[in-house]
């Protein structure tokens, strides 16, 4: 059974740092690419950021572009987000997600997406 399992979310002020981790288990994603997406109350879910299988290509969102970073290991089947200079409009349960089509494009739309994980909870406070 494939698992996506985020981790490293938290409570941070306004300009503040945090780390977020996605460990994939069940089968590899090292020849897969994979996507961060956002979703705040009363908000559809967003696209944040996303990577391609070899972690050459990246791809943001504009409003998390200089401040965000993508990046994965594919020896630990784990994908992270740095996520600095942080606001309280980043405030979001952030899911990661992954692409079951081998050595495909960055994808922002949420639909191209085939495996979610449970999200984990940032929360920025002002």
């Known amino acids: 059974q494939v698992q996506l399992v985020e981790s490293g979310g938290g409570l941070v002020q306004a300009g503040g740092s945090l780390r977020l981790s996605c460990a994939a288990s069940?089968?590899?994603?090292?020849?897969?690419?994979m996507g961060w997406f956002r979703q705040a109350p009363g908000k559809g879910r967003e696209f944040v950021a996303a990577i391609s299988w070899s972690g050459a290509i990246t791809h943001y969102a504009d409003s998390v572009k200089g401040r965000f970073t993508i990046s994965r290991d594919n020896a630990e089947n784990t994908v992270y987000l740095q996520m600095d200079s942080l606001k309280p409009e980043d405030t979001a349960v952030y899911y990661c997600?992954?692409?079951?089509?081998?050595?495909?494009?960055?994808?922002?739309?949420?639909?191209?997406?085939?495996?979610w994980g449970q999200g984990t909870q940032v929360t920025v406070s002002s």
């Open positions: 069940g089968r590899t994603f090292g020849s897969n690419a």
């Open positions: 997600a992954a692409d079951a089509s081998r050595y495909g494009s960055v994808w922002s739309s949420p639909r191209r997406y085939d495996y």
